[in-house]
């Protein structure tokens, strides 16, 4: 670093925000409990957190979509009152989301145009292109202007909202995740650009993210949130990533780890050489070989959109297959109810409460979806008749068994939060006699205890010899969790190693597309 | 002992509020979209300088005070009955089907065709085959839309809109070609129904025909599969959101095209009793708008096939009343069609009401208690 990032020059454009004793209320929830935060102008001012540590609610509080129970938002040192998105856009303050809000069919240069609040009616193309080339000219970085943004590539989309937020006139930017549908190339791309903005002295950034390598190689100053409260700040020159580990998850003890037995038995799972087309339509989703023993955890790793989520579809009977064979104990496998019964095969798809419940439905009729048709002892078909008593039954017995809150089973399951939903599907899916388990995503957005509780969960049912298969977008997962790690790359596996002998740059190395 | 289990009832029904109040926004938002249609057709007859309590007292008079004007309200209500199950029934797997007019047609058709051949067999043998094959022809077509969707993914609003014209060209061709009554000059229809074969009324007094008591039966019959067996459980998950059924491997694409078709049957078995019991014969009278008040219907009900009873009996007094007030209102026929549409416009909005009212909230009442 040879410029030094809180040197302020006097034609500084970059704007600071300082956010004094912000307090926001839930219900009885407190969300944010008097947290400050001091984003010096032209600084790269790192957000770390946990899920669910308040580190969205503090920038919402900021910018203005949450009105904060208590505490000042001040911009350059003035204070301000921000009832709306929109006072803040007018204070050059500007937000980009953790998904993109680009118009897929419209090329870089019309959604630039087209996100102007002040956008004529009528718009003269060719002056507008003029002025945007322009600007651009000014800018670290290149796209291509006139191509459909739906065929540039995630880390081009990416630079393309920041330079949108630029193109607003926007002097101080919030990246919610920014890096989460990068590879780690594009990533650090992304972010040295960002970086050497704000030396320039354009812009502030705040940017939330949980990796740490990306707050040591591009951060000025971290601010780390736990549970709401603020758990501590500092200059990242001065902080080791063993400092940022215990602010960010306090007592290292508080996570109690499941003892692994050695319990790995038969192959359950077996995909082989299976081929099936993937969402666009465009290319193909290819798995040559993947198999899962009983008692072991198969991870996937990947960064998102290379295909988990097809291979997912493939597993529950979602998407057919065009060619290959997938068993189960050496049976063909196509994801009937009659199969999934008979193999004793449970699914904890990602986002639960739209893939795998109906949220209208009562929680003790979600409970009730693995269960509710069995066959009774001493019968040979389903039953006819539906047993609201026992599915009531069930209900009362999984809401305490799992500790689900809710104020009654009858309630809709989607008057639930987040991790109780997950909660009563894993009560669902957990209960019985379950041989092959396939899981994505289990913890996204889940706080901290939450996810604590379903790991161990799951680690318990990979002792009693479950055979699990994994597929998570985040590492860290794949790693506390995996006996055996895969990478998923442009619809195939590329890369295949031990859990214990993992080499976590040989594993981004992989997920990058690199092989 | 029943000392306890009589204050363990009380505990419950003193708990029970935060889980019956919320089951009544299913009533009350319904009749406050049709209190709001009501409200915005009498400004539309205010506004063309006619009474809204002069239209809502022929309405009353003409469907509902006399055993006279029962009679003609609740023949009516028997293939509409059949019809809004033809929507309610697909409904509860998300589907909007809106094509009940053409199973009617065809059903009435095939009973139409079939009838005078039958007429050297007793009519109990003769009727329950011409009542098997008109369901069967009916599930069939509306069946097929099902099978478009899961096989193709066809639309299935559309698919039913359209096969539902396709259905009314055929019985218009078939009745004005190889099925024609060479006796019939003005209006084609097929052979008339032998006087014996003709279905007669029900033994309560006014001329109401048996299509009613079939009508009420399967709604009744609908109810119990939807909400009482482990089939119609797995159909509202399907309907509820299509992957989690998937995930839990339920047979969705066999659910649709059975609850598709059975909605078919039943509307084909509204044009068996249109022909055996009214009309006689198939003809262009089948037409009569019957499967598009069905979706009104099944629509104001909340596809709760036991609601459809008296949302049926409140319309078909509607439409019973649509003569009357032509004649003593001078206004055209297309009045009610007017005022139906309004409700229906009303109860689509209404739609976007759920959820947003405190009082109706699970949390709301246990907070209170």
Redesign the interface.
Known sequence: MNTSPLASSSNMKAASVEAINMTMQFGDFKALDNVNINIRAGTFHALLGENGAGKSTLVKCIMGFYHATSGDVLVNEKEVKLSDPKDAQVLGLGMVYQHFTLVPSLTAAENLIISRADAPSIIDWKAESKKLQDFLAKMPFKIPLHQPVSQLAAGEKQKLEILKQLYLGSRFLILDEPTSVLTPSEASEVLSHVKSLTQAGEISVLMITHKFREVTDFADEVTVLRRGQQAGNGLVADLTHDDMALMMVGQASENKTVERQNTTGDIILDLTSVTAPDRSGTKQINIDHLNVKSGEIVGIAGVSGNGQTELMEIL???RQPLDGRISVKDETYS???????KYRVR?L?EEPL????????SVA?NL???N??DTAIGQTR?????NNSQINANAEKMVSEFNIKT??I???IE?LSGGNIQRAVLARELTGDVDLLIISNPCFGLDFSAVASIRERILDARNNGVAILLLSEDLDEILELSDRILVMSDGAITYETDATSANISEIGFHMAGQH | MSGMAATDTLSKSALSLKVIIPKLEAVAIPLFAVIFGFAVFSLFLIVIGKSPSDFFSLVYKAGFSTGFSWQNTLSRAAPLLLAALCVALPAKLGLVVIGGEGAIALGGLTAGALGPHLSSLPYPVSLPILFIASAMVGGAWIGTVGLLRIKRGVNETIASLLMAYIAIALMNHFIESVFRDPASLNKPSTLPFAEAMRIGDMPIGISVHWGLFAGIIACILSWILIEKTTLGFAARIAGSNIRAAQVQGLPVGKLVIGFTALGGAFAGIAGFYEVAAVHGSANASLIAGYGYTGILIAFLARHNALAIIPVTILLAGFEASSGLIQRRMDLPDATILVFEGMVFVAILLSETLYGRFKIFSTNYWSKIS
């Open positions: 529950t009977g979602q994801a009937t109810r009659g199969e999934v019964k699914y798809p739209q893939n795998a419940c109906a949220g209208k439905m009729e009730a979806f693995r509710f048709d389903s039953p006819f008749w539906k104020t009654s009858h309630s809709p008057a």
